[in-house]
Structure formats: C-alpha cells, structure tokens
C-alpha cells in the first residue's frame, strides 16, 4: 500500500512540507509506503482546456514540457493522496491548483481512475482564508470519487516562517491523528 503526497508550496520544506511529513510519519508507523513530492523549483502550468485528453484517453496531458504526467502516474500507482498547500490569497497556490485542474480532467477523461482512492488535504497559513483552501483541495477528491477520512480539526496548521508550524500543537496533532484515520481507512478498503 501506498500514498504520495504533493506539495504545492513555492518553498521546498516549509511548513506545508512539515506538516504533511507528520501525516506521513503516522502511515509508515503503520507499515505503509509513503512519499514526498514537492512542486517547488518544478514546472508546472494551468489546463489549456484543449480537451485532448478527452480524446486521447491515455491517461496523459498532451502538454508534456512539465511535472504533470509524472504526478498523475504518481497519482495512478498509489491507494491514498494527499495534497498540501500553503494559503495564498485564501486558496491554494497556483501551483497546486494546475495540479488539480489537470490531473483531475485527465483522470475524469479515463473513467474517473481515481475512484475509491484514499484523499486528504493539509493546509498551511499564517492567519486566514485556509479553509477557502482546505474546501478547494476537497472538492478535487469529491468529484474525482475518492474517499476522503477526517481528523479531530480541519487538517489547518498555522505559521508563517519556515518550521513555525511546529509550535502548533493542535496543528501537529490534527496531522497526526489524520494519518492514523488515513492509515485506518485504506487497510479497510485497500487491503
Ligand atoms: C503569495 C502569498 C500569499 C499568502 N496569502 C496568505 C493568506 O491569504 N492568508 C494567510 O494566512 N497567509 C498567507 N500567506 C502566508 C503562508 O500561507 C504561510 O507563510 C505558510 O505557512 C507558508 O507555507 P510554506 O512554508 O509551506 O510555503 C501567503 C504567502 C504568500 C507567499
């Protein structure tokens, strides 16, 4: 069993980072594989509505210059997703959100692949619009079918320089407790 998360920070081991390696650390206690993607330093761009992989159905983006098609493989091999972001201007970032669009139309064009999966969001903020972000990420696993576990709080940790997070207690918690109710999950219906 396994699950990639992505991170869709512009800032390679920031918070966001930090947090999602706390969920991470609860899945391999429970024997699962897991592994880091970070989007920072990496192209990646927003879906040209081309509809090409409606056509094509072969699990790719026509646009093949970038991350893309690495991440939706990446997407194809494993049972769970995470998916972290920093808040910028109360949502994702850019970034990530070229991450939704596209691997979430290339999945839809091939029969909704990402079905019954395991997906969970964490989102990183210094102050407010984090659950703006947290709603967009979701809306992505909903639509796409997966099936998405919870935490003792919206999976949200606060800070704003790079490892502040760590001084939110509850913040570290909630990723705690989602890798456990992620790791929970997929033994019930990946196993
Ligand atoms: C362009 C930009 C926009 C941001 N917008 C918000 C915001 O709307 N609300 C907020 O609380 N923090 C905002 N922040 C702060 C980040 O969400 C916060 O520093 C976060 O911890 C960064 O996570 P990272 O270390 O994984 O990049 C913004 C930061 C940047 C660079």
Redo the contacts with the bound molecule.
């Keep these: 069993m396994k699950v990639i998360a992505f991170?869709g920070?512009?800032?390679k081991d920031?918070?966001?980072?930090?947090?999602l390696n706390y969920v991470l650390s609860e899945l391999q206690n429970e024997g699962i594989e897991t592994e880091l993607f970070q989007l920072a330093g990496k192209e990646i761009r927003g879906c040209m509505a081309c509809r090409k992989c409606f056509q094509n159905k072969d699990m790719r983006c026509v646009v093949n210059t970038d991350v893309l098609n690495e991440c939706v493989e990446k997407m194809s091999e494993a049972d769970g997703i995470l998916l972290?972001?920093?808040?910028?201007?109360?949502?994702v970032?850019t970034e990530m959100k070229a991450l939704i669009d596209r691997s979430g139309y290339v999945a839809r064009a091939n029969g909704h692949t990402f079905k019954h999966k395991v997906g969970a969001a964490v989102v990183?903020?210094?102050?407010?619009?984090?659950i703006h972000a947290f709603d967009t990420i979701n809306h992505f696993f909903l639509v796409n079918q997966l099936i998405v576990p919870g935490s003792s709080y919206w999976n949200i940790?606060?800070?704003?320089?790079?490892g502040?997070?760590e001084k939110d207690e509850e913040g570290i918690q909630t990723m705690k407790t989602l890798g456990q109710n992620m790791a929970w999950l997929l033994k019930k219906t990946h196993a």
């Design positions: 991170n920070s512009a800032r920031g918070n966001t980072a930090i947090l972290g972001s920093p808040t910028y201007f109360s949502d970032t990183a903020v210094r102050r407010a619009g984090s940790g606060i800070g704003r320089k790079k502040e997070v």
